[in-house]
């Protein structure tokens, strides 16, 4: 297939065009091919999405076949292919109380069906005072208001203020550099479910590992089980938000693993299909969910929830991660990869390099002992993601308020030793280009 790619035709296609994106024509493993010809290495996986790579011709033929055998039908309809991906899920990838599956188109979808279950579990169990979601003081969940509510990742959030329904906040529960916590996080999120009024709390939502908002943080060693039990004790559900770090990111099926907890409520997005189809889930205990059956309720579905094709994929992705044991390959691609980074660990602009498995945050200072920032107008992570890019790698630009410039690594588990040896030479070339301008 051509592919006209001049600038004026790919910037006529996006909504705002400030700058020409890139035109990719192709893309297979772990490269994306330019509409010129050019390789790059996808080592974000796009947005984190891609965890079996890219171009697999047996997930193509499934959702071939899925498309011609059932296109569409109404989500509370049962499918072969439905049925089969739950079974997958609950009998080999969620944590075992959570039985309980429904399906959406990507990961607010499912941040909002979790915070819709979240109330209607209340409601239905006589307790109609209980709406408030708590979420952490730094943190993504979507786009959506629900999402953008709960949330708080300042630049993606601020314009929406208004708008937004008025949730409460707890400090995130991660070692923020710079600037120590005085309060263990554990110990804050009990206070503002008191001060709340525990009677009027529904849930508490958080992400295991910070993606897009932290640039790959992670938490407080007791944190998640401190929360849990807190949680438990306040009747409060507990939602980890498992869209970025789910489906083995962090070398673990799901982060919670890491933790030796299971939460109420698990959602997912991003790498349930890797990128072969729009895809989420909204993952549940049959406590949590017993209440609706109670009343004859049901989560209100969106149109495309569990959709034929998106499902067959999402089988057959699972099926090959299981195949070829990417999990584990991804724990030890993410051991590789933070070895070979370790020389950056000392560079005077690199405040940290964390993150498990093969979800690695870079964070980035003006000066690593003062851990004074670069200034926001400097837009330096934005930089380094296209100077990146120029170097052949594409790299995921993170952070938000107290994490103000940090890169993503999030590469399908996929990449050999070499990918790895380019993304850090890039990183690397790309760094001090960035500081040479
Ligand atoms: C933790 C987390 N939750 C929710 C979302 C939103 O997912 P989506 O962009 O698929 O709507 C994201 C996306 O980056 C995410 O990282």
């Known amino acids: 297939m051509t592919f ?139 786009v959506s208001l629900g999402a953008l509510s709960v949330a708080n990742h300042a630049p993606r959030r601020a314009p929406f203020e208004p708008m937004l329904i008025p949730f409460p906040k707890t400090p995130a529960p991660y070692h923020t550099l710079g600037s120590p916590q005085a309060e263990h996080p554990a110990e804050a999120l009990e206070r503002v479910i008191l001060e709340e009024g525990p009677d009027t709390v529904a849930a508490f939502i958080c992400e295991p590992v910070v993606g897009s908002a932290g640039g790959a943080l992670e938490p407080v060693e007791d944190f998640w089980p401190r929360a849990r039990e807190i949680c438990t004790r306040h009747g409060v559900l507990l939602i980890a938000d498992e869209v970025m770090t789910g489906f083995g990111r962090t070398g673990k099926r799901f982060a919670v693993e890491h933790f030796g907890i299971e939460p109420d409520i698990l959602v997912g997005g991003k790498g349930l299909a890797g990128g072969y189809a729009p895809m989420g889930g909204v993952y549940a205990s049959d406590a949590v969910v017993a209440p609706l059956a109670a009343e004859r309720q049901d989560l209100m579905f969106y149109t495309f929830s569990g959709h034929p094709a998106s499902c067959a994929v999402a089988d057959k992705v699972l099926e090959i991660m299981e195949r070829e044991e990417l999990v584990a390959r991804a724990e030890r691609m993410g051991r590789l990869l933070r070895e070979r980074l370790e020389p950056l660990e000392s560079h005077p602009n690199v405040a940290e390099i964390r993150g498990p498995g093969l979800m690695v945050g870079i964070e980035f200072v003006k000066d690593r002992n003062t851990m004074e920032r670069f200034p926001v107008e400097a837009r330096f992570a934005s930089k380094l993601q296209s100077a990146g890019l120029r170097h052949g790698v594409f790299f995921y630009a993170a952070g938000s308020g107290p994490v103000r410039d940090a890169l993503l690594i999030g590469p399908p588990f996929t990449i050999n030793g070499e990918d790895i040896d380019l993304m850090v030479e890039a990183l690397g070339a790309a760094l001090a280009d960035t500081l040479a301008t």
């Open 4 to 142: 006209d790619a001049t600038a004026e035709r790919v910037s006529s296609a996006t909504f705002v065009p400030h700058s020409t994106p890139l035109a990719i024509a192709s893309a297979e493993g772990a490269y994306l091919v330019t509409a010129d010809g050019r390789r790059i290495l996808d080592a974000a996986g796009g947005a984190i999405v891609s965890n079996i790579g890219h171009g697999r011709r047996e997930v193509a033929e499934v959702a071939a076949a899925a498309l011609e055998r059932c296109t569409y039908v109404v989500p509370p309809f049962a499918t072969e292919d439905r049925l089969r991906l739950v079974e997958r899920l609950t009998s080999s990838w969620l944590p075992p109380s959570l039985t309980r599956v429904t399906f959406t188109s990507g990961g607010s979808e499912s941040v909002e069906a979790a915070l819709r279950l979240a109330r209607q579990h209340h409601v239905c169990a006589g307790r109609p005072e209980r709406w408030k979601v708590i979420g952490t003081d730094l943190s993504y969940h979507g």
